[in-house]
């Protein structure tokens, strides 16, 4: 590697830097954020490698450099190494200088970024869960506008059956009818109109999600584990992709966030609590099925019980580290193409 084009990418315009590695010359753009420009300044500006920050826009820069067949590499803004980044005076050239000169050292912290039909699912599965967030929305403004009004409503899932919905409709009255003395009918209508319009778009998205699962293998590899259903089956799969590029367990812990934080200084070493680094829907849809796989599968079972050890103050620590490990076992199981194998069981320890 001779040249180096580091891109600090912005919303409307860029700037490249063409780093000499050995003489250190540079050379500067400022272009317009769009694919011609991107395509005519690495064609233009020949470089061994173009480098630039991992941001919402990175999938078409990536395509369109994968179609030229040019290396690049995304830096990692969420690691620890760049956010130990100090400026003293911060412009778009320096931090375009910067990201050339750490990928010349060879130890800028680099992401993963998947091909486009992998980057489109893990888009398709954040919609989904955007659309199940403004349901329960939609749901807790609805219990509150009638809570206003001293009307009752069943709790839990009782007040979402299609009797209750009914009793419901008849309560509300569209907005252009509503009399001002009861405003509160045409909210609840509005919300009701919401409710149906988004439970419909759930369905399509489920639907959608459900065919691309019936030739995905390594979602079908993934629901073989008794407790795992298609929505965490096809979130783990999404987010690992290719289960080579992780070289052993404990960085797949560590890429999930399920890794305890650690400070070490001199005699102190110490551990405090999890990362939370990675995909925050995936780490709770983990801890929801090892709470609930504890009723079908005995491996999630007995290895909670074995690392709660009868102590209620370890529910929290033992359910995390019970995800842990099924994330991992998870990603053995893709990289080996193997369905799931009942581990051999050890006695439960109490005390």
């Not at 405090?272 to 099925?289: A, H, M, P, T, W």
Request: charged share 25%; aromatic share 6%; with cysteine.
């Amino acid at each position: 590697m001779k040249t180096i084009m580091a891109i600090d990418l912005g919303k409307f315009k860029s700037v490249a830097c063409r780093y000499q590695i050995g003489s250190g010359a540079q050379e500067y753009w400022t272009i317009p954020t769009r694919p011609q420009a991107i395509h005519d300044l690495v064609v233009t500006h020949s470089a061994d490698c173009v480098v630039f920050e991992a941001c919402g826009i990175i999938g078409w820069i990536c395509d369109l450099l994968d179609d030229l067949e040019i290396d690049y590499r995304v830096a990692n803004t969420n690691s620890e190494e760049w956010r130990g980044k100090r400026l003293k005076k911060k412009t778009d050239r320096k931090d375009a200088l910067w990201l050339a000169r750490r990928t010349a050292l060879g130890d800028l912290p680099t992401v993963y970024v998947p091909g486009k039909a992998v980057r489109e699912k893990r888009a398709l599965i954040n919609e989904r869960k955007s659309i199940v967030e403004r349901i329960t929305q939609c749901k807790n403004t609805i219990r509150a506008l009638l809570d206003r009004q001293a009307l009752p409503m069943p709790s839990g899932k009782n007040g979402w059956s299609q009797k209750q919905i009914a009793h419901l409709r008849s309560l509300a009255c569209p907005m252009a009818e509503v009399p001002v003395e009861a405003l509160w009918r045409g909210s609840l209508w509005v919300e009701l109109e919401l409710l149906h319009t988004l439970g419909e778009l759930l369905l399509v998205i489920d639907n959608k999600l459900h065919a691309l699962n019936q030739t995905d293998r390594h979602v079908q590899l993934l629901t073989t584990i008794p407790g795992v259903g298609e929505r965490t089956a096809e979130a783990v799969a999404a987010l690992i992709d290719n289960p080579h590029r992780f070289q052993n367990c404990k960085q797949v812990g560590c890429y999930i966030g399920m890794t305890p934080r650690q400070y070490q200084s001199g005699t102190i070493d110490r551990q405090g609590r999890i990362s939370k680094d990675g995909n925050r829907l995936l780490r709770s849809l983990l801890v929801e099925i090892c709470w609930l796989g504890q009723r079908t599968n005995p491996w999630i079972r007995e290895t909670y019980q074995r690392i709660r050890r009868d102590s209620k103050t370890r529910s929290k620590i033992a359910i995390i580290a019970v995800a842990r490990r099924l994330f991992v076992r998870m990603w053995a199981m893709l990289r080996d193409g193997t369905p799931w194998q009942m581990p051999p069981l050890k006695a439960a320890v109490s005390g």
